[in-house]
C-alpha cells in the first residue's frame, strides 16, 4: 500500500504545528531569520500573486535589464556572445527577484550573496530518476545506512523512504542555498522558490509583449 | 501503525515529526499546477509530488532562460534613449 498525503488536515493543528517547528529550526540553526510567524509566512506566500507586487518587480526588472545592457555596451567596445548577454539578464532578473523577498527566505539570500552564477548553474544538471523496485528498495537503503546521511528520515512508507530522501536531496540542490539544509527547510523554500521563479516568468512575459508590440511597428504618434 | 518520533538513525532534524513533513509536502503540492489539476484523487504519494516538484522547478528555470535570451534581442533592438523607450518606462511604472 502506498503512503498517501490527504487535504484533509484541521486547520488549527497546522498553524500549531508550524509555530512549533520554526522554533526548533531556529533554535537549532542558531539564525534568527526565522523569527516570522506563520501568518506573515502565509502572507509572503500570497505577496508573489499580488498584482502590485507584479509591477513593483516588472520595474524592478525594467530597470535591472537597462543596467545590464549599459553595462555590457561599456565593458567592451566589441559586442559579447549573445548567450553570455542572455546569462546577464537572467542573472539580473534572478537578483531583482531576491531584492524583492527581501532577504526573508534561504534562496533570496543565496542569489544576492552568490556573485558567481557558475556554480549555481552547474547545481541544475538534470539527473534521471528511475522508479526503484522493492527489492533494490531494500539494497538503497542499506548502501545509505553506510553515509553520513544529513536528511531527517521519512517514514511515509517504509519502502518509499530512500527515494522520498533522495528527491529531496535532488530538490534542494534546484533551490538556491538548500543544497544542504534538512528536509522541513528544503520543502518550505521550495513551496516560496516556485511562486517566486512564477511571478519573475509572468513579468518577462509582460515585458517580452510590451516590446515586441513597440519593436515591430513604429509609434503611432 | 503509529510510529515512533525517535527514528533509528541520529540525525540533526530528528524532532521533526513526520506529521509535519508530510503538512509541509501537501503545501508543496498545492504549487504544483500539474498534482493541483488532479482532482480524480485527493492524495498523492509524497515521492510524486517531489518529482513533479523537480521537474516543475526545472521548467520554469528553462523559461525563465529562453525568456531571457529573448529580451536580450529585444533591448537591442530599441535605443534606450528613444522616445519608444520612455514610454514602455512610462507604461511600466505608471
Known amino acids: 500500500m502506498a503512503s498517501l498525503i490527504s487535504d484533509i488536515e484541521p486547520p488549527t493543528s497546522t498553524t500549531s504545528d508550524l509555530v512549533r517547528r520554526k522554533k526548533r ?14 501568518s506573515v509566512s502565509g502572507e509572503i506566500h500570497a505577496r508573489w500573486r499580488s498584482e502590485k507586487q507584479q509591477r513593483i518587480y516588472s520595474a524592478k526588472l525594467f530597470q535591472a535589464l537597462q543596467q ?14 549573445a548567450q553570455k548577454r542572455g546569462k546577464a539578464v537572467r542573472e539580473a532578473a534572478d537578483r ?56 531527517s528520515v521519512l ?40 511562486q517566486a521563479l512564477e511571478m519573475q516568468v509572468r513579468a518577462m ?17 | 501503525m503509529s510510529s515512533s518520533r525517535r527514528s533509528r538513525q541520529a540525525s540533526s532534524s530528528s524532532r521533526i515529526s ?23 484523487s485527493n492524495t498523492v504519494s509524497a515521492s510524486k509530488v517531489l518529482q513533479e516538484t523537480c521537474n516543475y522547478i526545472r521548467n520554469l528555470n528553462k523559461e525563465a532562460d529562453d525568456l531571457s535570451d529573448r529580451l ?19 507604461l511600466i511604472n505608471g
Open chain 2, 72 to 90: 536580450t534581442q529585444l533591448l537591442e533592438s530599441i535605443d534606450p534613449n528613444s522616445p519608444q523607450a520612455a514610454v514602455i518606462r512610462s
Open chain 1, 96 to 151: 531583482a527577484l531576491a531584492v524583492s523577498a527581501r532577504g526573508r527566505t534561504l534562496w533570496s539570500r543565496a542569489i544576492l550573496a552568490n556573485r558567481i552564477k557558475l556554480k549555481f548553474r552547474k547545481q541544475r544538471r538534470p539527473r534521471a530518476t528511475m522508479a526503484i523496485p522493492a527489492m533494490t528498495t531494500v539494497v538503497s537503503s542499506s548502501s545509505n545506512r553506510s553515509r553520513k546521511r544529513r536528511v
Open chain 1, 205 to 221: 512575459n509582460s515585458l517580452v509583449q510590451l516590446l515586441s508590440s513597440y519593436g515591430s511597428a513604429p509609434p503611432p504618434i
Open chain 1, 155 to 194: 517514514r511515509l512508507n517504509k519502502k518509499s523512504i530512500p527515494d522520498v530522501n533522495r528527491k529531496v536531496r535532488v530538490l534542494g540542490r534546484l533551490v538556491p542555498g538548500c543544497g544542504k539544509q534538512s528536509v522541513p527547510v528544503i520543502l518550505e523554500e521550495a513551496t516560496d522558490y516556485i
Open chain 2, 18 to 40: 513526520d506529521d509535519q513533513i508530510t503538512d509541509l509536502i501537501s503545501k508543496l503540492r498545492q504549487s504544483i499546477p500539474e498534482i493541483r489539476q488532479n482532482r480524480r
Open chain 1, 25 to 38: 529550526s531556529s533554535a537549532s540553526s542558531a539564525a534568527s531569520s526565522r523569527s516570522s510567524a506563520s
Open chain 1, 68 to 81: 545590464v545592457r549599459l553595462n555590457s555596451s561599456a565593458s567592451t567596445s566589441s559586442s559579447p556572445t
